[in-house]
Structures are given as C-alpha cells and as structure tokens.
C-alpha cells in the first residue's frame, strides 16, 4: 500500500500563476530525433512534448511561464510565440551556456518572483487521478513549513522509467534521499514541483543542479513529497514514445 501523509489540503488555495519550464537540455538520449529538433519539440502521440506540459498549465490555472532555451533556442522560440496564446511566455535565454537545472533556476530567478512557482521539466507527460496534479500539488502547498513540494510516482508506476527510485516519503510528508548505492527507493521523482524562491540562494558560480538546494530543503525538514495519483510517462529515449502511446490509448 502507497503510504499518503495526513495533512488535508486546502482546495481554496489558489494555484501559482507563474511557472518554470525546463527547455534547454540537449536531448542526448533522444537521439536521433533531437538532430534536428530541441526534444521539448518531438512529439507525442500528435502533440509536442512541450504543448502537453503547456496544456496542464493552462488547465491549471497558470498565466505566466518562463521557459529557459539552449539548444536549438530559435527553433523553440519560434513555437512558444505561435502555440501559446492562452499564457504569457518570458524566454530566459542560455544561448551562451547551458546551466543546468539548478544554474537555470539562478538565472531566471529575477523573473520567478517572489511567491511559490511551478517548476516542470518540459519532457513530463502525464494523466491526472482523480485531482489536477497541479492543483493538488498547489492545495498541499504550506508556505511556514515548505521550501520545496515535489509532485513523487511509485516506483512501479513509473512507465518507461529505469532508475531505482529518488525519495523515500515519511509519514508527516517530508521526503528523504534514496539511503545508498545499490538500494531501491520507493518513489520516482515526476519533474514537476512547487518551490519558493526563497529557496534559491548562495550558489555556486557555473551550470549545477537543483539538488544542491534539494538537499538543503531536505536538511532544513522543508522538502516535501505529494504522491501522484494518475498515470507518469518517462519520455527520455525514442524507444519510450511507441510504448508510451500504447499506454495512452488504453488510459
């Protein structure tokens, strides 16, 4: 049995309006479909992998998106500027160096402002439970205890997915790190989070990860975990596409 944690969410919080989304990888092992595309644009199942994060954003209630670019950055802009009508989209521009999750973070920390956001990566696809993903994340969302509220998918409900598991969850909600090499942890991470950016802070010069300031949160008692309830595609390779669209047709 999934163990949930106790706290009942609060359906009249609101929804963040602003929102992060990661864009500016190189897609390697999406080869060799992201020859001559950035992989936020391949499809699936009709749709570009970005417009489906897009889709949930807006559904959610979300009306500001900044979207960091790279890789192929013209060819990215140029679709965020026809298909996005509904969300107003900032480009944080990393043309020049490419900064990685916690690096882009830092770049683009002027323009998150200064309550909770979203933040998603932008090859997430994803089939909500009985709740909007989003705005279950958002109803759990506790601005005194939290820095960081990770959107987590059982381990055997990780489609497509190879790793052995990110996080263990407590009982009062708070997440831990897989415990050691060569162990399982229960819970995949899904790429989707709400953090205060309060939480981006004293970093390091250069590209870096955003689990510098997991682990920080998770040293603090401020990082926390949200189960996801419906279905979590990990959409990283071409061979994930086909089975993944199987899925689909079948939810």
């Known amino acids: 049995m999934t163990r949930q944690w106790s706290i009942r969410p609060d359906p009249g919080k609101p929804v963040p309006r602003t929102a992060m989304v990661m ?14 595309r950035p992989k936020p644009l391949v499809q699936v199942a009709g749709k570009p992998l970005i417009d ?4 949930r954003l807006g559904a959610a209630g979300v009306r500001r998106a900044i979207v960091n670019v790279h890789y192929l950055a013209d060819t990215l802009e140029a679709h965020l500027e026809q298909r996005f009508a509904d969300i107003e989209v900032i480009v944080s521009d990393e043309r020049g160096r490419l900064m990685e999750t916690g690096g882009g973070l830092v770049q683009a920390r002027d ?3 200064d309550e909770p956001v979203f933040v998603l990566n932008s090859d997430n ?3 909500d439970g009985p709740v909007d993903s989003l705005k279950l994340l958002a109803a759990r969302w506790d601005d005194a205890t939290m820095d960081a509220l990770l959107l987590m998918v059982p381990l055997a409900r990780a489609h497509n997915h190879r790793g052995a598991g990110d996080f263990h969850l407590g009982s009062d909600g708070r997440i831990t790190r897989r415990r050691r090499p060569g162990t399982v942890a229960p819970f995949a991470y899904t790429g989707i989070q709400i953090i205060h950016p ?5 970093w390091p010069e250069g ?4 689990n510098l300031f997991w682990d920080r949160a998770i040293a ?6 949200q189960v996801h309830q419906g279905l979590w595609f990990d959409v990283g390779t071409p061979a994930a596409i086909p089975r993944t ?3 689909l047709l079948d939810a």
Request: hydrophobic content about 50%.
């Open 245 to 247: 669209e199987a899925l």
């Open 198 to 202: 309060r939480l981006i802070a004293d």
């Open 23 to 36: 864009a500016a990888g190189l897609g390697k092992r999406m080869r060799p479909l992201t020859a001559t």
């Open 207 to 210: 590209p870096f990860s955003t």
């Open 52 to 55: 489906h994060v897009f889709d």
């Open 125 to 127: 696809l994803w089939i």
């Open 111 to 113: 323009l998150l402002g």
């Open 220 to 225: 603090a008692g401020r990082a926390y975990g």
